[in-house]
């Protein structure tokens, strides 16, 4: 069996905070493959954007990473340690090399006095030895390929003289045209209107295929994964929850958190039907509960309740693909 492109195993990240230890990823595994995108979703505050940060060793300087973590990039028949790659020319493998990441604010992503063409080039003299004609001809190729008209000009530009879709479109554009193995896209879509949304999803889809790179799409909106996904992660409170095909956890959620993030969907064959969101409130990092990580805005613990308060649920494995963190799955599989 051919390695993962990227393995991440027992993941535990806490930031040293005036408050005490924040637990902000606790024991998280996933890994993906060469071609595949893997969506992680979960609620605002889980823990998605510090994981994917970890992949390339962003997070701030208050982070600490436990001992077990590890991350494993497999490239060209090599293994690379990400969490012990320390030094500025060592991490260049990852930062703007094997892996790009998108953000939900493009603005973020440009500086602010460089033209979109000048930092799209600088990108890419730093990742590779093209000369600066061949950068700049790349450039706009790539801007023309996510759709950007009149390129050659736009090159010129700055990110303000941009629209919001365009800016968009413009990072897809500067993030994969150093060509990474892994695009991490972190809530790409979120701010853009419905339509835009999905033509940059579309686009994105199209950009993989091609240049068979593998994406790890970060979302709260379990529809947006529906569309973009081959797998997916489920994420609450720094913990994966559930892990299966998009099939498996849309169609038989087995988690009772994914069945309440379902639930908070609009159902499109009944508009009208009023939005259940998930009860009770996301308690707070410093304060993580005991036993099953849920069990405090649990709706389905009934006669366990003792037992999910108390016991850690382990993953249980329906099929090789489908894993599930909850004692009701365990139950069900003893049966
Ligand atoms: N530098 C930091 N210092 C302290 N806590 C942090 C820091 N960065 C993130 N966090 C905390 O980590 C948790 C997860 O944050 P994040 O990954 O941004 O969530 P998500 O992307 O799922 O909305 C949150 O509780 C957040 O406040
Ligand atoms: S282990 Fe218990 S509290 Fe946790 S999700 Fe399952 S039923 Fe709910
Ligand atoms: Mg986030």
Same mark, same amino acid.
Do not use: W
């Given at each position: ?7 991440v ?8 905070t005036?408050?005490g ?9 996933f890994?993906?493959?060469s ?10 505050g889980?823990?998605?954007s510090v994981?994917a &940060?970890?992949l ?9 990473y436990d ?5 494993i990039?497999?490239?060209?028949d090599?293994e ?5 790659? &320390? =030094?500025?020319?060592e ?5 703007g090399?094997?892996?790009s #990441?998108?953000f ?5 992503s440009?500086?602010p006095?460089?033209t ?5 080039v ?15 001809e ?15 000009q736009?090159?010129g ?9 365009? =800016?968009? =479109? ?8 150093? &060509?990474?193995?892994?695009l991490i ?10 339509t835009?949304q999905?033509?940059?999803?579309e686009? #994105? ?6 240049f068979h790179m ?9 529809g947006v994964?529906?569309q973009?996904a081959?797998r997916?992660?489920? #994420? ?11 099939r ?5 959620p087995?988690?009772?958190?994914? =069945? ?5 969907l609009?159902?499109?064959?009944d508009?009208d039907s ?19 990580i849920f069990?405090?805005?649990c709706?389905?613990?009934g006669d366990?309740?003792e037992?999910?308060?108390t016991?850690?649920p382990v993953?249980s ?7 599930v ?11």
């Amino acid at each position: 069996m051919t390695a993962p492109l990227i393995s991440v195993k027992d993941l535990t990240l806490r930031f040293k905070t005036d408050e005490g230890l924040v637990t902000a990823v606790n024991t998280v595994s996933f890994d993906i493959a060469s071609g595949e995108v893997l969506g992680l979703v979960g609620e605002s505050g889980s823990g998605k954007s510090v994981t994917a &940060k970890s992949l390339m060793m962003l997070n701030a300087d208050n982070s600490v990473y436990d001992e077990g973590s590890k991350i494993i990039l497999n490239i060209d028949d090599r293994e690379h340690d990400v969490l012990s790659l &320390k =030094r500025p020319a060592e991490q260049m493998i990852i930062r703007g090399g094997a892996i790009s #990441m998108i953000f939900q604010e493009p603005m973020a992503s440009f500086a602010p006095a460089i033209t979109i063409g000048d930092q799209m080039v600088e990108q890419l003299m730093i990742h590779s030895t093209m000369t600066r004609a061949e950068a700049r001809e790349i450039s706009i190729e790539m801007l023309t390929r996510v759709g950007i008209p009149e390129p050659a000009q736009r090159f010129g530009q700055y990110a303000f003289e941009f629209s919001g879709g365009m =800016r968009q =479109r413009a990072m897809v554009a500067m993030a994969l045209s150093t &060509k990474p193995r892994l695009l991490i896209a972190d809530e790409p879509t979120t701010a853009l209107d419905v339509t835009i949304q999905a033509q940059v999803i579309e686009l #994105m889809k199209d950009l993989v295929k091609e240049f068979h790179m593998s994406i790890l799409f970060i979302t709260h909106d379990l529809g947006v994964i529906a569309q973009t996904a081959d797998r997916v992660a489920v #994420m609450y409170l720094g913990n994966i929850v559930e892990t299966g095909t998009v099939r498996q956890v849309i169609n038989s959620p087995a988690h009772p958190y994914t =069945r309440g993030l379902l639930n908070s969907l609009p159902k499109l064959d009944d508009l009208d039907s009023p939005l259940t969101p998930v009860p009770g409130d996301i308690p707070s990092p410093l304060d993580r509960p005991s036993g099953c990580i849920f069990h405090t805005r649990c709706v389905e613990s009934g006669d366990i309740a003792e037992k999910c308060r108390t016991e850690i649920p382990v993953d249980s494995i329906d099929n090789a693909s489908h894993q599930v963190a909850c004692h009701l799955a365990r139950q069900g599989d003893q049966a």
